[in-house]
């Protein structure tokens, strides 16, 4: 199984889930989002977790009917890659969670070589349980600090990517960077999507 098709296996359901059409916006899925500043340090985490109740499969064609709790109906179509399909049972409950984070701090008196690299991994259900599906990408990047223009409150770094400014709203934060520091970023992109039997009443 390729990486990419379980991506987008995950994807499909999770759009289905999290995405609103005829629902209000006040109906979608609201993130729960947490933040932590330190000085030169901020690391933050966003998660929205969405649920729907199947309430129709056609085997053939592999379509999903399902219903959010906002009581909107989606459909989807389940691609092949999604394993154990046969599981799905009316009223089963199908759980979407996306979670992002970024952690990003200035580093001080450290090699100034720039880097960058990206990692994933993925996981599904063993043979015979019901669908779940795993997918998470992890961008690591070590950049330059060039520039700082305290007019626009503007930090430019210098990454193996190429070049890129950011905004510093809070001006103790932008006090504590100087031209030729580093900063480190990690950026994280996680995408669970799994199946459960509907709970007894």
């Known amino acids: 199984m ?5 991506v987008l296996s995950s994807a499909l359901f999770a759009s289905a889930l999290l995405a609103t059409t005829a629902a209000p916006i006040a109906n979608a899925p609201q993130p729960k989002v947490a933040v932590i500043v330190a000085p030169g340090a901020i690391s933050g985490v966003s998660t929205i977790i969405a649920t729907a109740t199947v309430q129709k499969i056609d085997k053939k064609t592999r379509e999903v009917t399902l219903k959010k709790e906002s009581g909107e109906v989606v459909k989807i ?103 030729g520091d580093m900063v480190d970023s990690i950026a994280s992109e996680s995408v669970a999507i799994s199946v459960a039997p509907a709970k007894k009443k």
């Open 77 to 179: 179509i389940a691609p092949q890659e999604v394993r154990n399909f046969a599981q799905i049972k009316i009223g089963d409950l199908v759980t979407s969670q996306y979670t992002t984070t970024l952690d990003i701090r200035v580093v001080k008196g450290v090699s100034n070589e720039v880097g960058y690299s990206a990692q994933e991994s993925s996981s599904r259900a063993k043979l015979g349980e019901k669908p779940m599906a795993t997918s998470t990408r992890i961008v690591s990047m070590r950049s330059k600090v060039t520039k700082i223009d305290p007019q626009t409150q503007t930090v430019t770094l210098e990454g193996q990517k190429g070049n890129s400014e950011i905004v510093v709203k809070d001006p103790q934060q932008l006090a504590h960077v100087q031209v």
């Open 2 to 6: 390729k990486l990419g098709s379980i």
